[in-house]
Structures are given as C-alpha cells and as structure tokens.
C-alpha cells in the first residue's frame, strides 16, 4: 500500500488529493458534489483517479454533514433528560439574541431542538462542589424511559446540573437509560464538555444527540461504499480543533466536525508556511458556495472554546474560522428596492451556475467571472466542464432588465464588475472580522487564498485591505483535500477549576492535570497511537477577577510558577484589549489538555508533479486574451502553471491556470516561482 489520499467535500464540488510514496508525486481532481449523499462525490472523486482499494494506505476526510444536517434542521428527533427545576435552561438560555439584529421588530427566537414536550426532570442533585445530595433512583430511570419510549426518540442527551463538578449521577443515569432504550443513542454532556455553564453545555450535548444519527448514518454508508472497493484501511475525519479523529471517534464527538471541511485548508497553510518561513497569515478559502477565512500569528492559528451554529452555542473547540455566504456560485440578484446584492443563496453543483450549461439560468459570481474573460471559456476545467460565455452573458441580461434594461444598463459587462465588486467588499468584511476586530493590523499579514474561487479574487480582496502580499499555494483548488492529510490525530480535554492564580493554586492545578493526562493517553491508546507518537500540550482559561470572559494561556505544567502564568496572561491581554492590569488578583476557570498523536504525513515536496505535468505545458507568455481590471478591456497573458519553473516572474494582468482553480494577477502585482512552487506575489510600489 503507498496511496494516502485526501477528501474534501464541498457544496459544489468535491476535491480529491492522493499522494503516492513511491514516485513522490501527487495526483487530484475534482468532481461534483451530491446534496444530500456526499459519501456518492467521494467514490467519484476516488473513481476519477482510478484508485485501487489494495493501493491505499490511509484515507482522510473532511465533511461538511453535520453543518449541513443543522442548517437544514434534519437531525433526530430528541429528547433531553435534566435535573429536576431546570428542564426549560435550553429554551431560556441567557436571554439575548443569538441571531437577529438588536433592531429587528420582527424578531422571532430560533426554537430550541428539543421541543418542551420531549424535555423530561429526574429527580437527583450534585452541589456546587460536586457532592452527590441525591443519587440517581433506578425506579424513576426506568419510569422515564417509557415516557421517552412513548415519544418515538431517536437519540437522548443528558444534562444535569453541576455535573461538571462531578459526573458520577451523569454517568449512572446513562448507563441505566442505554440499558432501558437499546439502539438509541444516549449522549452524556460531560463526555462531550466537562465545562461549567450549564445552559452552553446543555446546548452542545444536545445538538450532538440530535446530529449523532445522521452522522453515524453517513459514515456507515461511506465505510461501506469504500470496503465494497477494496479499501480496508484507517479511516479519519477532520476536526474542528485542527486535527484528526477516526470514524468511531466522529460517530460520538459529532459537534466536533462542524468545521471539518475548512480546516484542513487551514492545516496545509501552515505547514506551507513552515516551508516558507511565514508564520503571520490569513487564510482565504472561496468555494462555490461559501468564503472561509482564518487567522495564523507567529504559526498558530486562533482556537476558540465558547462559539456558536447558526443559533445554538457550541461549548466545543475549534480554529477561529469565520464563513460568509458568498462563493463562485453565489446568486447575483436585484433587491427590491433596485439595488445589487450577492448571495447567500447559491447556485450549488446542481444546475449550478448558468456557465456550467446544467440548466441553470441565474447569474452567479462565477458567471460574472467567465463575461470579464478571467476564467476560461477555450478549454474543459473541473469534470471536463466547459463553461459557456453566451449562457453568462444571457443570464446577466436577464438580471439587467430586472433593473430597468438597455436602456438603464446598456453594458451587462460593467454589470458583471459592479457585483465581483460587491462580493470583494462583503469577503474584505469577513478578513475584517478575524484581524482588526481582534486586535490584528492585516497590513500586517500575508493573505493565503485557496478554493476554487480564492486565488481569483484574492488580490481584489488584498488591495482593499491594503495587504500588500498574497502566496498562492500549490495545487489552490485542492488545498482543503491536502490538509486532511496534515493534520495529526488530536482531542481537546477540560476539567473546571475555580481559583485565584497563587502557588497554592498552582500546585492543586498539577494534581488535575495528572486527571488530564490520563484522559489524554486513553484516547490516543484508542486511536492505535504508539507512545513514542504521542505529544500533550496544557494551557489555562484566566481572567481578571471579576470579569465574565477568560483567555487561554499557555501552561507548562512542570515548571511555570503562578508568576509565569500571571506575565503571560497579561501581555495575551495587553494584545488584544490594548491594556493589562498588572495589580488586578487573577482568577483560574478551567484547565486544559490538547493530546495529539503524530502520524505518517505526505510529503509536501511539488516539484515531482509539477514537472511530471509540465510536459506539454504552454510556455508562460505564449498566448494572451482580453480581460476586463474593472475600468477597461486589457490583454492578460495567460499562464500555464505546471511550465513555471522556480525563479519565473511575471506581471499583472494576468491569469494563471492550475490544478483545480484560476489566478487572477491583476495590473500592479508581480508573482514570483517560489521553490516551494507556490507563487509568491507582491504589490509594486510603481503602481501606485
């Protein structure tokens, strides 16, 4: 066996990276995606390489399933077992809007996932510092669990109060629950997250009983569909804090696949970074449905505890990843009152774009592309598909005499540029989001597109930012497939601890951490990680007393004293608030414990494919075509990546086409070969 391969599943299409040891060579490709039965993309994506089953060694998988399964609202019907007095802690919870504007007259609260009729008490009780006052009673359990029988279930969370403090009554009543409902899933909240904030944690434990069949579903239908083509091998699916899991492992921890998808683009940013000796960068991943953007300082990027899933808080970790609902397929359309928007609905693989000649007839971004003359129209791109510019053209006059015709909008080629223009501004917006609202210059930092759509629009997006660097990395259109083979197996572990930040506490915090640890080897033995492969990793949750959030601090358990931890702490704070308050007594909440177990990875080497595809390959400056820089028609040399050798230069415009996406340079920037193959590009001061 000497294939690794790689899978990301996306909305529109489906990226497939296999790395073969042998002549250290990569091979991709890229197929359409099917809504609603993913697992049908991956096949194609493995069948369009003619992989053999006995070849592969290792498979990785990025999912977009469970996002896709709440946003849809399909998950299970669920009920929710809690202690007595706070069944209704789902419905109030901190009684503010999660979604809505502060303004909106018309707003309507998002309903809970489990109804009030499916939220049941059991009458037991933990104190606040975790005494059992009242264990659970066996009789009750099995009273409750015909009244959840009677409601026809499909999986249970259980949540009690302070079970956090101490599990032992979670733990009992599950076991006696699964007992009493054989093949229902009985989901226990502090095996999820062992965190205080009893609302946050009910709300996550709930969403992964309510997503736990649909992915366990999936993920039987793609182990089968994989085994019927040979492939006996480990299976893994991206996570959302950065690494890998197994199969098994998704099937339970559920809410920590929201992600799944965009991190790994994330993942071989990183590692491309380590290449290149760039450790300050933001992560620009457009697709056909949707922009993903992420933030890398000093090479970590930001992980976050306390987030949120469309309007359920999620207490799960995860890369600081902010998404926006503009893509290659987003739908350009006239508002009501006769103004231009773009987006959030999106065309996706099917019809698609009316470009993609599938039936579809409304304009989309990729369409507005194809009538500016920045994608190509002379030759197949992904699937053999060739995009047909009359069918852009038509669907753009379509949307013309939406807004007055001719006579209004004589050119439907300034109309495709004013909505690239508006999309460019919402994606600047969302790079905003993840720099300068958390305390970050990104003039500062270098942007990373990739996607389908990223390397297109990148520039566009730096030059409104004021960014002055963009590294357009190898294989861009397949760069989210090629993380999911970077990313080591790892799972984040917590244990609440409330106290001031002293050497007492320091030494009370070691104690714990030793819980943490073990926690931490268990699951790596589970994931067949040998010792000499595991690495563990502290940090701690402090905040100033007082104050209602924390930031996660870096803790080497063996040697930093309360002082350490104290410096630390104020210089994070100083970072993204602009002060610290050096006096002011510090409090500890949680600690924390990142386990993560080394495995074999691709090596990121390009050189080999790219001169294995070179062959035949136009010659940089051979052919041109017109392009529109959104003021005029311009000729644009048109680039054959896989000929560029280290070294090559060349200045916007330009378009350079290469695995899976289109580059567009435009007038002002200059890409250089780097030896990594990726192109590294830089605003010339001479434009200006």
């Not at 091979?27 to 006995?54: C, N, T």
């Not at 098994?248 to 965009?262: E, N």
């Not at 190898?474 to 106290?499: E, K, N, T």
């Not at 870096?554 to 970072?575: C, I, K, N, V, Y």
């Amino acid at each position: 066996m000497y294939l690794m391969v790689g899978i990301d599943v996306g909305g529109t299409f489906t990226d497939i990276v296999c790395f073969d040891r042998r002549s250290r060579r990569f091979r991709v490709a890229k197929v359409p995606s099917f809504p609603g039965e993913q697992w049908k993309g991956i096949v194609s994506a493995l069948d369009s390489l003619q992989v053999h089953g006995a070849d592969v060694m290792r498979v990785a998988h990025g999912t977009t399933i469970s996002t896709n399964a709440l946003l849809e609202l399909k998950g299970a019907r669920t009920a929710l077992v809690t202690t007595a007095g706070f069944r209704d802690v789902l419905e109030v919870g901190r009684t503010r809007r999660l979604l809505g504007g502060l303004f909106d007259m018309f707003f309507r609260r998002t309903p809970p996932l489990v109804p009030r009729d499916r939220r049941f008490e059991i009458d037991e009780r933990i104190t606040g510092s975790g005494e059992v006052l009242r264990p659970v009673d066996p009789a009750q359990v099995s009273s409750l669990a015909e009244r959840i029988l009677e409601k026809d279930v499909q999986a249970v969370a259980v949540c009690l109060i302070n079970a956090h403090r101490n599990p032992a009554n979670e733990r009992a009543l599950c076991e006696m629950l699964s007992r009493h409902l054989p093949g229902v899933p009985v989901v226990m909240s502090t095996e999820i997250v062992r965190e205080r904030g009893e609302y946050e944690r009910t709300s996550t434990c709930v969403l992964n009983a309510y997503l736990m069949p649909t992915m366990q579903r999936y993920l039987g239908a793609l182990e089968d569909a994989l085994v019927a083509r040979g492939v006996h091998v480990p299976l893994s699916i991206m996570s959302s804090n950065g690494g890998a899991m197994s199969f098994d492992q998704a099937a339970r921890f559920v809410v920590g696949t929201f992600l799944s998808g965009p991190v790994g683009g994330v993942i071989a940013s990183m590692a491309l970074g380590r290449q290149m000796g760039v450790e300050d960068f933001i992560t620009f991943d457009m697709g056909g449905t949707s922009t993903d953007v992420a933030l890398v300082h000093r090479g970590q990027p930001r992980l976050s505890f306390d987030n949120q899933v469309y309007a359920y808080p999620l207490r799960a970790p995860q890369l600081d990843i902010h998404t926006i609902g503009a893509g290659g397929g987003s739908i350009v359309r006239a508002r009501e009152d006769g103004t231009l928007d773009v987006g959030p609905e999106s065309a996706g693989a099917f019809p698609g774009p009316a470009c993609y000649g599938r039936g579809g007839t409304l304009p989309t971004i990729s369409d507005a592309n194809l009538v500016l003359g920045r994608l190509p129209a002379d030759h197949a791109i992904a699937s053999e598909l060739r995009l047909s510019v009359p069918a852009a053209q038509s669907a753009f006059e379509g949307l013309r005499d939406k807004l007055g015709g001719a006579a209004v909008l004589p050119d439907t080629v300034k109309l495709a540029s004013v909505a690239v223009e508006i999309a460019i501004s919402k994606m600047a917006a969302a790079v905003r989001e993840i720099s300068v609202h958390r305390g970050f210059d990104p003039r500062e930092f270098a942007l990373i597109p990739y996607g389908g759509a990223g390397p297109l629009h990148a520039f566009l997006v730096a030059t409104e930012l004021g960014m002055r660097r963009v590294i357009v990395p190898p294989f861009p259109g397949h760069i989210s497939a090629l993380g999911q083979m970077c990313a080591d197996y790892r799972r984040d572990f917590s244990v609440p601890w409330i106290g001031t930040l002293e050497a007492t506490a320091v030494a009370q915090m070691r104690e714990l951490s030793v819980e943490l640890l073990a926690q931490g080897h268990a699951y790596l033995e589970a994931e067949s990680v040998a010792a000499a492969q595991r690495s563990f990793s502290h940090s701690v949750d402090i905040r100033y007393a007082g104050q209602s959030f924390t930031l996660s601090i870096p803790w080497h358990e063996a040697e930093d004293q309360a002082s350490d931890l104290a410096a630390r702490f104020h210089q994070r704070h100083r970072e993204t608030f602009g002060y610290a308050s050096d006096e002011s007594a510090l409090e500890v909440t949680t600690l924390r414990l990142a386990a993560t177990g080394d495995i074999e990875k691709p090596s990121l080497v390009f050189e080999e494919t790219y001169a294995h595809f070179a062959q035949g390959a136009r010659m940089p400056g051979s052919i041109s075509r017109e392009v529109f820089d959104g003021t005029e028609w311009r000729s644009a040399g048109v680039i054959d990546r896989a000929a560029c050798r280290t070294g090559d230069q060349f200045d916007g415009p330009a378009v350079i086409e290469d695995f899976g996406a289109t580059t567009y340079l435009p007038p002002g920037w200059r890409a250089t070969v780097h030896e990594s193959k990726a192109l590294v590009c830089e605003w010339q001061d001479s434009a200006e």
